[in-house]
């Protein structure tokens, strides 16, 4: 496929860069990115990653839009509230790049569908905002060998790393979710908005590394940010040989749902 005019224009910038050029644009072009959740985290990854012409992005979420959730969920506008948020992802991510195709998908993640769902992506964006459907994600994508990006969310903090095949998974660090209550949710603690925007355009920028195969990944790193201090740090990990999923002798040998606290407020 050769550029248009037009997407030379467009992706100038991408172009410009001597990792990526006009092949490696071509290349974000005829990639597929699937994001779970289309909230604080999944809103700025489509939205950068829309922009940089990925062809083909899956949004999947089965919520609606609310007031509470435009603080930080920068993909929806006040007109779309009561919407649901995969449809008004689709519009924006499509009236950004006439380019890319979105796929809206509303759908609550299970251990039923989420093999079919990440089976035609190169790369998982996982924005979830819950225990249960982080290690779905993860354990799903170890078991089909599919790379994806983690963050976590809360107050002034996050954390994000990347799984590819051979390299340490979620699981590895923490092998399962805590004990009900143990962790308060955004809905109960609240978030500073910003914080789901720097950490969901990480999750944009190691999608866009994976794809052009250029960079260094988070893999095998847990970068953590305080942003009430303004302070990054990097913590070192390795693949737990005794992890329940990935270790020697692991002990999840399939698909399996944990059970989702119910929220205090």
Not at 7 to 24: A, D, H, T
Not at 45 to 71: F, H, K, P, R
Not at 147 to 167: C, D, N, W
């Amino acid at each position: 496929m050769k550029l248009s005019e037009q997407q030379l224009e467009r992706y100038s910038r991408n172009i410009l860069l001597k990792e990526v050029g006009p092949s490696g644009q071509k290349k974000i072009l005829d990639a597929r990115v699937l994001i779970v959740g289309a909230g604080g985290l999944g809103s700025p990854a489509a939205l950068y990653l829309a922009a940089a012409g990925v062809g083909t992005i899956g949004i999947v979420d089965s919520d609606v839009v609310e007031l509470n959730n435009l603080q930080r969920q920068i993909i929806h506008f006040s007109k779309d509230v009561g919407k649901d948020k995969t449809i008004s992802a689709k519009e924006k991510i499509e009236a950004i790049n006439p380019d890319v195709k979105a796929i809206a998908i509303k759908k609550r993640l299970s251990a039923e569908n989420i093999a079919e769902l990440i089976a035609d992506y190169d790369f998982v964006i996982d924005g979830s905002d819950n225990f249960p459907t982080k290690f779905l994600v993860n354990d799903a994508c170890y078991f089909q060998e599919k790379p994806f990006s983690h963050a976590g969310i809360l107050r002034f903090f996050g954390q994000t790393m990347t799984y590819v095949p051979e390299k340490a998974c979620y699981r590895c660090i923490f092998n399962s979710p805590p004990p009900p209550g143990a962790v308060p949710t955004c809905q109960e603690a609240g978030i500073l908005g910003a914080v789901a925007g720097i950490l969901g355009a990480i999750q944009a920028a190691e999608a866009l590394k994976f794809i052009l195969g250029v960079g260094e990944l988070l893999t095998n790193k847990l970068l953590v940010m305080d942003a009430y201090c303004m302070d990054f740090r990097t913590i070192d990990i390795q693949r737990d040989p005794k992890c329940p999923l990935c270790g020697n002798e692991p002990t999840i040998t399939c698909l399996i749902e944990h059970e989702q606290a119910e929220c205090r407020i």
